[in-house]
């Protein structure tokens, strides 16, 4: 079985909202741990796994 998310991750809420680094990912709980800026504020959340999606990174 394949982890949803990995630390390292940009990923947002399905609902919108500001991309969020993945800090931890608890896969027996589903959840992850999530950490972006407001304005030049570090903020931290945690997430269902369900209610977000990975972000794609366009390559250099």
Not at 3 to 18: E, T
Not at 32 to 52: H, I, M, N, Y
């Given at each position: 079985?394949?982890?949803?998310?990995?630390?390292?991750?940009?990923?947002?809420?399905?609902?919108?909202?500001?991309g969020?680094?993945?800090?931890?990912?608890?896969?027996?709980?589903?959840?992850?741990?999530?950490?972006?800026?407001?304005?030049?504020?570090?903020e931290?959340?945690?997430?269902?796994?369900?209610?977000?999606?990975?972000?794609?990174?366009?390559?250099?």
């Amino acid at each position: 079985m394949t982890k949803k998310f990995v630390v390292g991750d940009i990923v947002q809420l399905k609902s919108g909202g500001p991309g969020m680094a993945v800090s931890d990912y608890d896969e027996e709980r589903q959840r992850c741990r999530c950490q972006w800026f407001a304005g030049k504020k570090l903020e931290q959340g945690v997430f269902p796994t369900d209610s977000l999606e990975k972000v794609e990174q366009p390559s250099s």
